[in-house]
């Protein structure tokens, strides 16, 4: 217990101690500098990890909180630098992602006359739905820091979590204060009731076609074995909502496939002819629901259970009277009690289902137009090499882009199932959140980190290897490089063939660069190198970067550049 006087910026810390919290990601301000000596003070005790850009900092923050279910922690600056963390809140917002993001603030005496980097962050990062935090506080008196601190990590948890933002004035920080933290809450579980679940085995037992989406925040590896057990008791087909692709085995017989961008055509019918469709987790955002057509609101024309740990989530896009709130771990636990029928009409169709989605996962190379070059070209095969010499327990990351199909596509996570949350990927659509996602991962779990990213995506925030470097963490940068923003070069030519603008790049020396950062660089140019060089990244003692030479036309996993120009200009054309 804190029995005598400390600044409010040591308690800060002992508060962030106090709740779990082993990490915290920021780049340093002068506007939090008692914190900051805090964190000197208590540095056997918590690490502060410095970043490069408040952006980065931020997606560690983020990517932390996806895999541990506590809030990742960040620290910034007034102005710029809780300008530039503003990505990543807005990313753990529309993920779901618990996260506390404090920000060093301009003295109370200055405040409101435009100070040096003022900004109203209550008006910026504007709480609610239209916003991008559930809570926007700020701390103006020292001895409420313990309150102040505690309401933010129960509010970034609780119901649907997500970030809260907490602004600190530089000179409240310097106060002395006599207060103790407040330890650490569970965060109150929800369950379903005895009624609901009758509600829930009536309506599946008169199905015809049922099916089953997973995804969200908060699974642990309990809840995702009882969901296992749900599915196989009633034979239920399961897919993942998107980018939540580790919620359900992938290799297990009831796995249907990846409910995301490209859907498999056959996947895609299925959610679509669904008579039932039991949601549990995902907030079934426009990703998931395929711009909200195989899903339609506001009442769908399947009918709808929709279980989720926010009431606020509930009846706010698709009304169904079925909607019912809890955690996912009471949710599974629940639903793995329903004694299932002996009659299942619907098995054949789980089993099709997964057949339908092992052939969409079957390496199949995209034929190129005759010229093309000589650059890497059989992605589809690299995957499954990937996957072969990869651990079971491996963490995959990846930013925006075009390049993310091919791992979204052929890789199969175990995930949940074997006890670990394997994929950190952003469904907001950030780029440049893989490379320093990967970094968080590698510091929070010790564990082999994959980081697939392009050309773009890399250079938004690709000096965060400098951050890797200095805290000693090692991950494997997979970089396709073709010369584009790959994804808007794409639909330039389904839109406006052959008039290219803007989506070309001149790229540095990758492999150079990585190794100014103190990563090796290896550069792949053909199909037959790619396996030795990821070899070589996994004997490693350092990071490593291998830069993939991409043949430029191979755009997507399933047609050429070529292909879509055509097809563009065939739209055009019957425009005129």
């Given at each position: 217990m804190i029995t005598s006087l400390q600044l409010a910026g040591h308690l800060i810390v002992d508060c962030l101690i106090a709740q779990g919290v082993t990490h915290a990601f920021g780049v340093p301000g002068e506007s939090y500098l008692a914190v900051l000596d805090g964190f000197f003070q208590r540095r056997s005790q918590i690490q502060f990890i410095t970043c490069r850009q408040e952006g980065g900092a931020a997606f560690m923050a983020e990517a932390q909180g996806k895999l541990t279910g506590r809030p990742g922690v960040c620290f910034v600056t007034r102005g710029p630098g809780a300008t530039n963390a503003s990505i990543g809140v807005h990313t753990a917002f529309q993920d779901s992602t618990p996260l506390v993001l404090f920000v060093g603030d301009v003295a109370s005496d200055t405040r409101d006359r435009?100070?040096?980097?003022?900004?109203?962050?209550?008006?910026?990062?504007?709480?609610?739905?239209?916003?991008?935090?559930?809570?926007?506080?700020?701390?103006?008196?020292?001895e409420r820091i313990p309150e102040v601190i505690a309401r933010a990590f129960a509010t970034a948890t609780g119901g649907r979590p997500g970030p809260v933002v907490v602004v600190l004035p530089e000179d409240v920080l310097t106060?002395?204060?006599?207060?103790?933290?407040?330890?650490?809450?569970?965060?109150?579980?929800?369950?379903?009731?005895?009624?609901?679940?009758?509600?829930?085995?009536?309506?599946?037992?008169?199905?015809e076609r049922p099916m089953v989406i997973a995804g969200g925040p908060a699974w642990t590896p309990l809840a995702a074995e009882q969901?296992?057990?749900?599915?196989?008791?009633?034979?239920?087909?399961?897919?993942?909502?998107?980018?939540?692709?580790?919620?359900?085995?992938?290799?297990?017989?009831?796995y249907a496939g990846d409910v995301g961008i490209a859907i498999n055509a056959p996947l895609a019918a299925q959610v679509e002819q669904a008579d039932v469709l039991l949601v549990l987790g995902a907030r079934l955002g426009e990703m998931t629901t395929g711009g909200y057509t195989l899903i339609a609101p506001p009442v769908a024309k399947q009918t709808l259970i929709h279980i989720h740990p926010s009431a606020d989530e509930l009846n706010r896009v698709y009304q169904t009277p079925y909607a019912f709130v809890a955690t996912m771990a009471q949710a599974a636990?629940?639903?793995?009690?329903?004694?299932?029928?002996?009659?299942?009409?619907?098995?054949?169709?789980?089993?099709?289902?997964?057949?339908?989605?092992?052939?969409?996962?079957?390496?199949?190379?995209?034929?190129?137009p005759t010229g093309a070059g000589s650059g890497v070209r059989r992605m589809a095969d690299h995957i499954k090499t990937l996957q072969r010499l990869l651990p079971v327990d491996a963490v995959l990351t990846n930013g925006a882009g075009n390049f993310a199909s091919w791992v979204h596509r052929y890789f199969q996570h175990h995930g949940w199932a074997k006890g670990f949350k394997t994929q950190l990927a952003p469904t907001n659509g950030a780029m440049g959140y893989g490379v320093p996602a990967g970094i968080s991962a590698a510091i929070t779990t010790g564990r082999v980190v994959v980081t697939f990213t392009g050309d773009g995506d890399f250079l938004m925030n690709g000096q965060e290897l400098a951050t890797a470097h200095q805290h000693g963490a090692k991950t494997i940068v997979i970089l396709l490089n073709n010369g584009m923003f790959g994804t808007i070069r794409m639909h330039q030519e389904r839109e406006f063939p052959q008039q290219e603008m803007g989506s070309g790049l001149i790229n540095p020396d990758f492999c150079a660069l990585a190794q100014a950062y103190g990563y090796l660089g290896l550069r792949v140019t053909s199909d037959e190198a790619f396996e030795p060089a990821l070899q070589q990244a996994l004997d490693a003692t350092t990071g490593v970067l291998i830069e993939v030479v991409l043949e430029p036309e191979l755009i997507t996993t399933r047609a050429s550049l070529s292909d879509i120009t055509k097809a563009g200009m065939k739209k055009a054309a019957s425009l005129q």
């Open positions: 435009e100070a040096f980097q003022e900004v109203d962050f209550s008006h910026f990062f504007g709480p609610g739905t239209k916003g991008m935090a559930k809570r926007v506080e700020r701390i103006d008196s020292a106060q002395a204060v006599n207060a103790q933290p407040i330890t650490r809450l569970n965060v109150p579980e929800s369950s379903l009731s005895a009624h609901s679940l009758a509600s829930i085995q009536g309506l599946l037992q008169r199905a969901l296992q057990a749900f599915a196989e008791q009633w034979q239920l087909p399961v897919g993942n909502a998107f980018r939540f692709q580790d919620t359900f085995d992938n290799h297990h017989g009831c636990a629940c639903l793995s009690t329903l004694p299932a029928p002996e009659v299942r009409p619907w098995a054949e169709l789980t089993r099709r289902a997964h057949e339908a989605y092992l052939t969409n996962i079957r390496p199949q190379q995209v034929v190129l």
